[in-house]
């Protein structure tokens, strides 16, 4: 159970353009959930949290207007990175609060994004 | 003080041998401890996790040894493989805030 699904797993798009990540909890219904950014060889560095209905909340140094995120429903939370540079190049990884409301956190498969 | 410092960095242990990753944290806020394995191109899956009311937690070969007064725990991989290796990352959060500091990643390879 509780597990998180991310599609596409891995994306190339060209300098300019938007690209969607889609961030979906399978078998349970997730009211929050996070993503990630990781760069090669290291750690995992919490962008923003997405809140069913509601805004998201982004980390500081976060530009809330290039990374865009939407969660319309209990299952589904969106990233979309907006007019993309190759800087923004990186895994973007999800993870949702199970079905107890308490930890652990459930961690998608991630998506790796190459901006050309 | 929001930091978790891990080490090493990276880590190669013969087979059957035990791996030993070290984790140390200063807030005391933080309660909640878990462990996360990732292998390339994929995300992190949680393999053990402990509170603060309890020094050691056993889960197969994995064990976490907590020291509270120290702000320390660390992982143990007993009988390593070599399907071990991958990067392990540590992690604290207060309860409910879902706001997991992770560690900076150790690289464990095992040697067949």
């Known amino acids: 159970g509780a597990v998180v699904s991310q599609h596409p797993s891995r994306v190339i798009c060209k300098s300019g353009t938007s690209v969607k990540i889609e961030c979906r909890s399978l078998d349970f219904q997730a009211t929050t959930m996070f993503w990630y950014r990781q760069f090669p060889k290291q750690s995992l560095m919490l962008m923003a949290t997405?809140?069913?209905?509601?805004?998201?909340?982004?980390e500081q140094g976060v530009e809330k207007d290039k990374f865009l995120i939407n969660h319309a429903s209990l299952t589904l939370s969106t990233l979309t990175v907006t007019s993309a540079h190759p800087e923004d190049s990186s895994f973007y990884i999800c993870s949702a609060v199970g079905p107890s409301g308490d930890s652990p956190l459930h961690f998608g498969n991630g998506t790796r994004l190459t901006v050309t | 003080q929001q930091q978790v410092k891990q080490s090493p960095q990276s880590l190669i242990v013969q087979k059957g041998g035990i791996s030993i990753i070290n984790c140390a944290y200063e807030?005391?806020?933080?309660?909640?401890f878990p462990w996360y394995q990732q292998f390339p191109g994929k995300g992190p899956a949680l393999l053990i996790a402990?509170?603060?009311?309890?020094s050691e937690k056993k889960e197969g070969r994995f064990t976490i040894s907590f020291n509270k007064s120290a702000k320390q725990f660390s992982l143990h991989i007993m009988d390593s493989q070599p399907g071990d290796s991958a990067t392990y990352f540590c992690?604290?959060?207060?309860?409910?805030?879902?706001?997991?500091?992770f560690g900076t990643g150790t690289r464990l390879k095992v040697l067949a």
């Open positions: 402990i509170r603060p009311d309890v």
């Open positions: 992690a604290a959060e207060t309860s409910g805030t879902y706001k997991y500091i």
């Open positions: 807030n005391t806020a933080f309660d909640y």
């Open positions: 997405s809140n069913e209905g509601s805004k998201a909340t982004y």
